[in-house]
């Protein structure tokens, strides 16, 4: 897998990441999300989880589709969002 470093300017905070699936996100979900201070994305992820929580199979087979999806899309997401704060790609 491709990593990829951003560094904070002013506070010279690293972070690590890894592009493709994530699978503490698949695995953990909303847990995850916050544990790294994405509280926007866990909280719309939490209010799924309970919404389908009580819809069967359905509901069920909804959040594993809903799992599998943040896996691979919450990388990007997260990159994004550390841009938006001010972290630049290192090599």
């Given at each position: 897998m491709n990593i990829k470093?951003?560094?904070?300017?002013?506070?010279g905070k690293v972070v690590e990441m890894e592009e493709g699936f994530n699978l503490p996100v698949f695995l953990l979900g909303w847990i995850y999300l916050f544990y790294k201070g994405d509280f926007e994305t866990g909280g719309i992820h939490i209010f799924l989880c309970i919404l389908f929580a009580f819809a069967g199979v359905f509901g069920l087979i909804f959040l594993l589709f809903l799992n599998i999806w943040m896996g691979y899309k919450w990388n990007s997401q997260y990159s994004e969002h550390l841009i938006e704060k001010g972290y630049q790609v290192i090599q």
């Open positions: 470093y951003y560094k904070h300017p002013i506070t």
